[in-house]
């Protein structure tokens, strides 16, 4: 399954419309930044070990990590958190509204406000995936919209084949090789560390590690 989702940042005056694709395959998914060229992985191995790849799809390159190995400090523990964008803790924070539709449209409205925050959140829960959200404190306000939804098995799979195809280092390696003018580059600009996506709690943080784009 692959899922595309608009997001909307919008800071008083300020507003920036960004992509996020999100792709299933079995235990791998993968959110793509379309507009970074940036790919990120996550497999789930044995005992519930999270393995993360980053892929930087212009160069057709890859770091891997080790399954349950720390990147910054904090291990991937959250397997829905990345398979649905939205992690279970978050849910079970808001308030259940309704429930619309029926079927694969079957979705659950979710609400919270807290203060000046407010957080809505649109499930599709057959399909378990997020046809919207929204975070707003005051001026500020992101928003993510899902676009279209596609089961094309044929199309998911050249989308994971062909990212297994690219040149892969092991991010343990990656001090040890000096002479690779991209890993140097990448390491200079901060690209490889952890990625983030995903949601927010009700004070804004993105939950489980990420940050906000």
Known sequence: MTASYQITATDGNKHHTSELVLWRNGKTVAHQYPQTHITESWYLAKNQLIKPTRFF???QRAIE??????VHGKAESDWNYRYKLISD???SQLNVQQETGAGCEQTRIYTKSMGDTKIEVRYLTQQNLVSYYSWQKGSTQEVWTLQ???SDTRKINIFFDRRAAYQSTDFADIGDD??????TKMVTLGFIE???????D????????????
């Open 148 to 150: 279209n939804v596609t």
């Open 57 to 59: 799809d212009n160069e």
């Open 202 to 213: 009700d004070k804004g943080h993105a939950l489980d590690g990420g940050h906000q784009h």
């Open 89 to 91: 803790t978050l849910l």
């Open 65 to 70: 990590y080790q399954p349950g190995e720390k």
């Open 178 to 183: 000096h002479s690779d003018a991209f890993l």
């Open 194 to 200: 952890k990625g983030a996506s995903g949601f927010y």
